[in-house]
């Protein structure tokens, strides 16, 4: 430990932000190999098995070689600038909310004081980068699909930041590590049960549930994931990334399975005990070893973040695509008013106890 | 280090300003726009007031921002939407609007001069902000709900055409 | 610093009318029979709203750490403005459900959210009265010019409603844009000071070396409100939102915003910086006789009562300004405010009055129109009609024995005593040239033949309306005393102009 305090922070920094380039970059690779087996597995198909050897595991990477070797298109009439600039811009935002995100006990990039607001606010330029690219692409279809795009994702930010309200007034801070220490515990203690610093965790239950099944909900429309993936419709609704090809192609691809990873990674810190282990037995505490304690509790936390990914590809291959309509009737007129009544019920709660 | 970092931040935040008034497409001063307000967020965490800049990031660069670029598009496509500044008098008389700001800004500043007193280093975080909004500031902060309140219903009246709907079909309603 | 709850006594009012509109405006999703429903509520709720306005009235002094103040004028402008939105809700319902076989005036408005925009005016402006703080004087002006804006441009199937709307929308947006410019320098320049009493305070400790951009902050937080109150020259807007916006928004807006602009006026420059004001005195004066004489003269040629009525109110503006000049002086600053509280009740009823005749008289016109020349030959058909309008005209002329006499003279006596003596003789003549124009409608009524008859059909609501502005006119001008001791009793119990002796009334730690 002494040794790692000797390290200048500057050096820190940069081996934490290369870190989590590898682990991001591997978690994609991965993620899409994953959703290809989800999916033949919801169809009854055996999906990838050549490439590899064992059960396709290489396919991915002989995906990317291709998109990076393909011919890179721009459109003659696109705006140059914005057009290249976009791809990186979505990456970026989603990547910079990684800075936060607690893989263990001392395990995060910068436990910010305002830290579940910092991803609130960086996240919400992914929507910038999307018009970006529907705009600059100059093509109607794809400027209507950055329209659907942002007024998707703004409908849906306001359900997801009032759905995480619920846990902050519960626990009275917004620092990823402070809201994570107070589910110690087992399962019974994480703050999808309604537990938070002790207080009558009973009553809490139903609206700590409600606003969890909200979040999850919502992010899958914040991360344009079926059934709210209207922005991309890859198979049939032209979305904003229709002129895009190559490797900028590759990065919204490679944002979005970022993002994925981003939404159920706050969802697994704010509700489901983040690296705590869902037994009090199978942790390492900080006393014991540093080093495992750290290890353990990363794992726990990518265990618990990858179940949800799981889940998110499972519901994609599961449901039918929303209407535009119906996907802002379900924002506004259902989500909205639950999650209000929910923050307002819980603050009672918090006020009263 | 932060010398360094403000420097940097500062710069970019100048050059993206003037960017924003010098570019001749619309969308393209906006996305300066953001920019600069990302840089200011920059600064403010700089000052200790992660909270302030975190909001300044939520509210302009990501909701108001985002408007702005929504009704330009809706507006028109590229290629036509240039700024076009009627005659060279207009131009100039928005120079010396311009130049009467700053000439304003630049005698309070030069008054105030350089204080030497250490900020608060508390004066950024979340309960700081939130003990002068819920205690100095709470009869503003329930009037400026009220305000938002006003506008939001006075959007729907203005834009809703019909008096009262004949059809209440939701598809209907929702397309139109 | 911490929370008083008794400070929410002070905000009784408010509170209540917020609650109205939210309650009127979800009302009008439940129930069927809607229209009339919906305007008994308000009605009602706006008489609740009065009473608490007047039962909260001894309490003086500040609340929320400054923010807002309980006090006397702010307690009197409040009923006041409350009697405002009560005639414009009365006036509405008939005027935007028009009768089957006129011009298609005012369908395609939800009663609901037009009521509920008129009580969010109506709370805008009531914060504003009794705001003490600049944050509370902008937040103010803000929820009011919003919902006004939404006013405006309501009918928005009529282009000129829309042109209302834009027009007064982004000229206001201009003027908040001065407004908060100079709220800033004025925190700069006072050391971080929001607080009126706070700021006059600073600016005495400041001594005679005051810092240039301390008179710029006054000059533009000057322009911002005088957009507001429609002065000249920032009055450009005034007459094409008047003329495009729906008729009883026009008597509401003419009437409410610059009851409660002009409050804020003489509490941000009487009350906050009367150091500074060898300054803006004369500032002040220039644009009181500038906005009487432009407002008159132009009034004379206009052809359209709606617009005549505009120019007038323009007119108005520039004698209440007078008083506002008077309050700054801590001499007459009683005589001078309990004068405008006067004279700002005896327009309403004047004027809400000529407009509730104006809306009459236009649904009986098939092109639904506002010309003068439609009131030639009234009197013979509609003789009470026109004997009303006769009144309220003869009233906004300002000759005895109506309100409107009495409040000229309380206006201009206050200042004739705190020694603006040419300025009040620029006034007298001005209301001199006024006559001609509030004359010829009378004169039109009863000396010039008919041309088209006008079949006017009268509506209980609108005919109550114009009995109680009626009444009230001459009640107050036959017999002044009662509502001139209740404004002189109010304009006592206001904070002071002098920040000296405001200190110990609204005392407290930064």
């Known amino acids: 430990m002494n040794l790692f305090h000797q390290i200048p922070l500057e050096i820190r920094w940069v081996v934490y932000v290369v870190a989590m380039i590898v682990f991001v970059s591997l978690f994609a690779l991965f993620a899409i190999w994953l959703e290809r087996k989800v999916a033949a597995w919801a169809q009854d198909r055996m999906g990838p098995m050549e490439t590899g050897g064992f059960h396709g595991w290489s396919q991915t990477i002989a995906d990317m070689i291709k998109l990076l070797l393909k011919e890179d298109i721009i459109p003659d009439a696109a705006d140059r600038g914005l057009f290249k600039l976009a791809p990186y811009i979505v990456f970026t935002s989603s990547f910079a909310a990684f800075a936060v995100l607690p893989f263990a006990a001392n395990l995060i990039g910068s436990d910010l004081n305002i830290g579940i607001y910092y991803i609130v606010a960086v996240s919400s330029l992914v929507v910038i980068s999307i018009i970006m690219a529907g705009w600059a692409s100059n093509n109607k279809w794809s400027l209507y699909g950055g329209m659907r795009a942002a007024s998707q994702m703004i409908s849906y930010e306001i359900p997801v930041a009032l759905s995480l309200l619920v846990p902050i007034l519960l626990v009275g801070s917004l620092s990823m590590q402070d809201l994570v220490k107070v589910q110690a515990g087992g399962f019974w203690n994480w703050t999808i049960f309604g537990n938070a610093l002790g207080r009558g965790s009973i009553l809490q239950l139903p609206f700590t549930i409600v606003a969890f099944i909200i979040y999850f909900w919502a992010s899958l429309a914040e991360v344009n994931r079926v059934p709210f993936d209207l922005p991309e419709g890859e198979s049939e609704i032209i979305g904003f990334h229709v002129e895009y090809s190559a490797m900028r192609f590759g990065m919204f691809f490679f944002a979005e399975f970022a993002n994925m990873f981003l939404v159920s990674g706050v969802a697994v810190a704010l509700f489901l005990g983040g690296w705590h282990a869902p037994f009090p037995f199978l942790e390492v505490s900080a006393e014991t070893s540093l080093i495992w304690c750290n290890v353990i509790g990363t794992f726990w936390f990518i265990g618990k973040a990858l179940i949800l990914v799981f889940i998110q590809m499972w519901l994609r291959w599961t449901l039918p695509r929303l209407r535009v309509d119906q996907l802002m009737h379900v924002c506004w007129k259902v989500f909205l008013p639950f999650s209000f009544a929910n923050v307002l019920i819980v603050s009672l709660l918090v006020v009263i106890s | ?176 | 610093m911490t929370f008083n709850p008794s400070d929410i006594l002070t905000i009784v009012p408010e509170i209540a009318v917020v609650a109205l509109a939210m309650l009127v405006i979800l009302t009008e999703l439940l129930i069927t029979r809607r229209e009339t429903v919906l305007q008994l509520m308000t009605v009602a709720g706006l008489l609740v709203v009065m009473a608490l306005a007047v039962l909260t009235f001894d309490k003086a002094g500040g609340a929320f750490n400054g923010m807002t103040a309980g006090d006397g004028l702010s307690t009197f402008m409040k009923a006041l403005l409350a009697g405002i939105a009560l005639l414009a809700v009365l006036m509405s319902r008939d005027y935007l459900t028009p009768p089957t076989d006129a011009g298609g005036e005012g369908r395609g408005v939800r009663h609901g959210e037009y009521y509920g925009m008129l009580l969010i005016a109506t709370c805008g402006m009531m914060i504003l009265v009794s705001a003490t703080d600049l944050v509370t004087v902008f937040l103010g002006i803000e929820t009011t010019s919003i919902a006004l804006y939404v006013l405006a441009g309501i009918r928005s199937e009529r282009a000129r409603s829309g042109e209302a709307a834009l027009k007064y929308f982004l000229l206001g947006a201009f003027a908040t844009g001065f407004l908060l410019y100079g709220m800033a320098l004025l925190y700069g320049a006072t050391g971080g000071k929001t607080n009126l009493t706070e700021i006059g305070r600073a600016i005495t400790d400041l001594g005679p070396d005051r810092p240039v951009y301390l008179y710029m902050g006054a000059g533009l937080v000057m322009i911002g409100l005088m957009f507001k109150v429609a002065a000249v020259p920032f009055h450009f807007w005034a007459p094409d939102v008047y003329q495009g916006s729906p008729t009883p928004v026009t008597a509401f807006m003419s009437a409410g915003p610059k009851a409660a602009a002009l409050t804020a006026l003489i509490r941000v420059f009487a009350g906050a910086l009367p150091d500074l004001s060898a300054a803006w005195g004369p500032a002040l004066w220039v644009v009181a006789a500038l906005t009487m004489t432009l407002g008159n003269i132009v009034a004379i040629s206009q052809k359209d009562i709606k617009r005549m009525l505009a120019y007038s109110s323009i007119a108005h503006a520039g004698y209440l300004l007078v008083g506002a000049l008077a309050a700054a002086n801590t001499g007459t600053y009683n005589s001078a405010t309990a004068g405008i509280m006067f004279y700002l009740t005896a327009y309403y009823l004047m004027n809400i009055g000529a407009f509730t005749i104006a809306i009459l008289v236009s649904r009986a016109r098939e092109n639904g129109d506002y010309q003068i020349d439609d009131y030639k030959g009234m009197a013979a058909l509609h003789p009470w009609t026109s004997a009303a309008m006769a009144l309220f005209m003869i009233s906004l002329a300002g000759i005895p024995p109506t309100a409107g006499f009495f409040g000229k003279l309380y206006v201009f006596s206050a200042a004739v005593k705190a020694g603006y003596i040419s300025l009040v003789v620029i006034a007298v003549l001005n209301s001199a040239l006024s006559v001609f124009y509030y004359l010829r409608i009378v004169v039109y009524m009863y000396m010039q033949p008919e041309v088209k008859p006008a079949r006017v059909r009268m509506a209980p609501a609108m005919a109550l309306v114009i009995v109680i502005c009626a009444l009230g006119i001459l009640k107050f001008g036959l017999l002044p005393g009662d509502l001139m001791r209740w404004a002189d009793r109010s304009a006592s119990m206001t904070v002071k102009p002098s920040p000296r002796a405001a200190v110990a009334l609204n005392d407290h730690d930064q």
């Open chain 2, 1 to 176: 280090m932060e010398l360094i970092l403000f420097i940097i931040t500062a710069l970019v935040a100048l050059v993206s300003a003037f960017m924003v008034i010098t570019r001749r497409t619309p969308i393209a001063s906006v996305l300066y726009l953001v920019l600069t307000f990302f840089c200011l967020a920059v600064l403010y965490v700089m000052l200790g007031a992660q909270f302030i800049a975190a909001m300044q990031i939520v509210v302009y660069a990501g909701a108001i921002m985002v408007l702005f670029l929504f009704v330009l598009m809706l507006l028109s496509q590229r290629g036509a939407q240039t700024w076009e500044v009627a005659g060279p008098m207009r131009k100039w008389l928005g120079f010396a609007a311009a130049g009467g700001v700053l000439l304003v800004a630049a005698t309070a500043l030069q008054s105030v001069g350089v204080s030497d007193t250490v900020l608060d280093p508390e004066i950024g975080t979340v309960s700081s902000v939130g003990s002068a909004l819920f205690r100095r500031f709470l009869l503003p902060f329930e009037v400026a709900s009220v305000l938002l309140l006003g506008a939001i219903i006075g959007v729907v009246a203005m834009v809703k055409r019909k008096p009262y709907p004949s059809e209440t079909e939701e598809g209907v309603e929702h397309g139109s």
